[in-house]
């Protein structure tokens, strides 16, 4: 069964850091493409990025290029977000995705989230 | 890249069936037959329900079916039942290698 389970929720101050995980199990880590997709409060799905972690090949959406950065340890098959510097904007709910064996199909399976509240 | 535009509710009585639509353009659900939709019930995960335009994933029910016509896909349920209340996103590749999501539609089972 494919699993992706998520660090758990995180509660930060403005200008600290951040690194969220997401493991993945019943398949195989390194050849299926890993995905980051925000939910602010009440909002809708936005895409963050991609990372392929059989060779750590990483993409970023235009929007969110420079402000996280997306890795991955294919040793213990985990991909991260990481911040270097929250901002109250920030706040949101996290997910990790597996893209599908098409990548162009997009995401198959979900991780539970990670919510991250950065609140002074 | 903007997002894909699908209405912000629609309601339906147990029995009867609802359609969800998402429109986009040329460059993601007109370009090409790379659309999904997804589930999302309160405090979960989101779940596929439909993808590459109409195809359903082992286990999701076939009162679930997914179409397109030029740049709108849609989302049907028929035979609603309690338990189809819910969000519901649909999401397209797009010409930027990359993929966009609709702004979701809160489906009420009345």
């Known amino acids: 069964e494919v699993q992706l389970v998520q660090s758990g929720a995180e509660v930060k101050k403005p200008g600290e850091s951040l690194k969220i995980s997401c493991k993945g199990s019943g398949y195989s880590f390194t050849s299926y493409w890993i995905g980051w997709v925000r939910q602010m409060p009440g909002k809708g799905l936005e895409w963050m990025g991609i990372?392929?972690?059989?060779?750590?090949?990483?993409r970023y959406s235009p929007s969110f290029q420079g402000q996280v950065t997306i890795s991955a340890d294919k040793s213990i098959s985990t991909a991260y977000l990481q911040w270097s510097s929250l901002k109250a904007s920030d706040t949101a709910m996290y997910y990790c995705?597996?893209?599908?064996?098409?990548?162009?199909?997009?995401?198959?399976?979900w991780g539970q989230g990670t919510l991250v509240t950065v609140s002074s | 890249q903007s997002a894909l535009t699908q209405p912000a509710s629609v309601s339906g009585s147990p029995g009867q069936s609802i359609t969800i639509s998402c429109t986009g353009t040329?460059?993601?659900?007109?370009?090409?037959?790379?659309v999904s939709w997804y589930q999302q019930h309160p405090g979960k995960a989101p779940k596929l329900m439909i993808y590459d335009v109409s195809k359903r994933p082992s286990g999701v029910s076939n009162r679930f079916s997914g179409s397109k016509s030029g740049n709108t896909a849609s989302l049907t349920i028929s035979g609603l039942q309690a338990e189809d209340e819910a969000d519901y996103y649909c999401?397209?590749?797009?010409?930027?290698?990359?993929?966009?999501f609709g702004g979701g539609t809160k489906l009420t089972v009345l």
């Open positions: 990372i392929y972690p059989g060779d750590s090949d990483t």
């Open positions: 999401s397209s590749y797009t010409s930027s290698s990359s993929w966009v």
């Open positions: 995705a597996r893209l599908d064996a098409r990548p162009v199909a997009g995401p198959d399976y």
């Open positions: 040329s460059s993601d659900v007109g370009g090409y037959n790379y």
